[in-house]
């Protein structure tokens, strides 16, 4: 289908954006990279009166690292994170996710910004962004605030930017020593939606995680912390207490069913995932996953 | 603001002033107001790949694009890349390895695979899989493009002094 009819303002400036915002509210949509807002906009899941364009803001765009921040600016796109040498080596999680999200041409135009705050469940950014603890920075007339990831992400869609605030940039604490990560996800076709998957920060020392920020996605209406892998930290991990985290994470998980899996089904993945990941990082052949979830 | 909007952009190599309405994407655009029809529109929601285009040098769905975006920009569609003859070898290893039926998905599935061979001269099988898997083919099954894409990289490789 064709996008129902709206006006199109092009912001010349982060000013001149939230002076649009201001006066329009929840009338306008901004429109970043355009890959998840144009499908919706095309299929009439939304139909703004304004489109605020932010594309040529090119204050928004760029990765920088500020002591011990990686500061990306929302117009950064995912073929630039996926590119940078400074993700690579500050934040390897992001940019072994953003293989993931969908295809050259389409990464070509999706931006970091775009991806968080359209907040799809089933996307790999918002995701991400928990396991790696960001602070996403928005701006509204009146001033900035920062926002942790876990808190920004709100629901299907959902998330805490009011509609006259901006999303301006994501801050990342750069990885410490001993950092681990993982990402993994189950989808019908490369770069498609996850039906299930997973993003992993993790500290591991002397073969036990002191941290283990497991974020599961697409099983639930966002981006899910798993408590269950408090279980994990600190113990010497055998196939009982893997088995007991895994128990704790299918009570915790409350997926949705569609035509892709049924909530039983994304509850078994989601489990399967977490036996690779704890496999994978500590690398423990004999916890051999799939078989003990 | 509602109100068609002046653009003026390059397309082919050729300045283009035109007049759209901001809801008008780039694909109508070339297909209805420059008649470049050989861009397809499938899905219209960036799933199929058959609108991809070229834009500023990197391949875009031109679905997922409003013409308004596009004021200062430089677009290449497949006419463009037929005409100037750029892709005329992978164009011949299509017809030869039979890596087209109804041809619906060709033009984006060309304009892709001509992405990957300017970034990289010699993907393996793997890689050409992963960098056309944003593009749909309802007829082929896939091999007989792969075997295209990847004879034309070896035939460029070997054409290399």
């Known amino acids: 289908m064709k996008a129902s009819a709206f006006s199109y303002a092009r912001a010349t400036s982060v000013a001149n954006a939230l002076e649009l915002l201001a006066a329009y509210g929840d009338k306008a949509k901004v429109l970043s990279g355009g890959q998840s807002l144009m499908p919706a906009m095309n299929l009439r899941l939304i139909s703004p009166e304004l489109i605020v364009d932010i594309g040529e803001i090119t204050e928004l765009r760029g990765i920088a690292v500020k002591g011990c921040v990686l500061s990306i600016g929302a117009l950064t796109r995912h073929v630039d994170l996926l590119r940078s040498p400074e993700i690579a080596a500050h934040a390897p999680l992001l940019t072994e996710a953003v293989a993931h999200v969908a295809h050259p041409a389409v990464r070509n135009r999706g931006t970091l910004g775009g991806s968080l705050a359209h907040a799809d469940p089933a996307s790999e950014l918002p995701a991400s962004m928990v396991a790696l603890n960001a602070t996403i920075v928005a701006r ?154 | 603001m509602t109100a068609a909007m002046p653009i003026s952009l390059e397309v082919n190599g050729e300045g283009v002033d035109a007049h759209v309405l901001p809801r008008l994407n780039l694909a109508d655009f070339l297909r209805e107001h420059l008649k470049l029809t050989g861009t397809h529109v499938g899905c219209e929601h960036g799933v199929c790949g058959a609108c991809t285009v070229r834009l500023n040098g990197e391949i875009v769905r031109s679905c997922l694009m409003l013409a308004v975006q596009t004021d200062g920009a430089s677009v290449v569609t497949i006419e463009g890349l037929s005409d100037s003859g750029e892709i005329v070898d992978l164009q011949a290893a299509f017809r030869d390895r039979n890596a087209l039926q109804c041809g619906f998905c060709t033009p984006g599935m060309l304009v892709t695979a001509q992405d990957l061979l300017e970034q990289e001269t010699e993907p393996d099988r793997e890689r050409i899989r992963e960098h056309l898997s944003g593009n749909y083919c309802r007829c082929t099954g896939y091999q007989a493009i792969i075997d295209a894409v990847e004879t034309t990289a070896r035939a460029r490789m070997g054409r290399k002094p």
């Open chain 1, 140 to 293: 509204d007339q009146t001033g900035e605030r920062r926002i942790a990831a876990r808190d920004f992400l709100t629901g299907i869609y959902e998330t805490a930017l009011s509609a006259q605030e901006l999303l301006i940039a994501v801050e990342l604490p750069i990885v410490q020593e001993n950092s681990a990560h993982f990402f993994h996800e189950f989808a019908r076709r490369h770069g498609d939606y996850a039906i299930a998957g997973v993003a992993t920060q993790a500290i591991v020392r002397g073969g036990l995680f002191t941290d283990l920020r497991a974020t599961f996605f697409a099983v639930g209406d966002r981006p899910i912390l798993a408590k269950a892998a408090t279980k994990l930290i600190n113990v010497r991990i055998t196939p009982a207490v893997l088995a007991e985290a895994s128990a704790a994470l299918g009570e915790e998980l409350d997926p949705q069913e569609d035509q892709q899996a049924s909530a039983a089904m994304r509850r078994h993945l989601a489990k399967i995932l977490l036996a690779r990941c704890v496999f994978a990082l500590l690398g423990r052949p004999d916890l051999t996953p799939g078989e003990r979830v």
